[in-house]
């Protein structure tokens, strides 16, 4: 079983940026790839970026692309989410995710279904 737990969330203008964190434990950290996927009010939950179990491959979506950097540090079993330029459509609960499974293609990572367990969510408020 793997706890995840996020913080660093809140309320922060357009442009600003936020830090989120995202606290593992229950399993070896560096033995599973990490995600983040968002959910605004309304809206189905999406993939945001993930990071393999080593660190040295990232996937963003689009939409945060060149924005957010996703970071781990297997020390101390964490996961990072740095978030610059924010938007109002940015406005979401972010959740952290992480995957057990091994990808055979980069694809899978963007795909909810891959992962195994999630974090309670975190709100993130942009303001215009």
């Known amino acids: 079983q793997v706890q995840l737990v996020e913080s660093g969330g809140g309320l922060v203008q357009a442009g600003g940026s936020l830090r989120l964190s995202c606290a593992a434990s229950?399993?070896?950290?560096?033995?599973?790839?990490m995600g983040w996927f968002r959910q605004a009010p309304g809206k189905e939950r999406e993939f945001v970026t993930a990071?393999?179990?080593?660190?040295?491959?990232?996937y963003y979506a689009d939409s945060v692309k060149g924005r957010f950097t996703i970071s781990r540090d297997n020390a101390k079993s964490t996961v990072f989410l740095q978030m610059n330029s924010l938007k109002p459509e940015d406005t979401a609960i972010y959740y952290c995710?992480?995957?057990?499974?091994?990808?055979?293609?980069?694809?899978?990572?963007?795909?909810?279904?891959?992962?195994?367990?999630w974090g309670q969510g975190i709100q993130v408020t942009v303001s215009s």
């Open positions: 995710t992480a995957a057990l499974v091994r990808c055979a293609s980069s694809s899978c990572y963007y795909t909810a279904s891959t992962y195994d367990y």
């Open positions: 229950g399993r070896t950290f560096s033995t599973y790839a």
């Open positions: 990071i393999s179990l080593n660190g040295v491959y990232t």
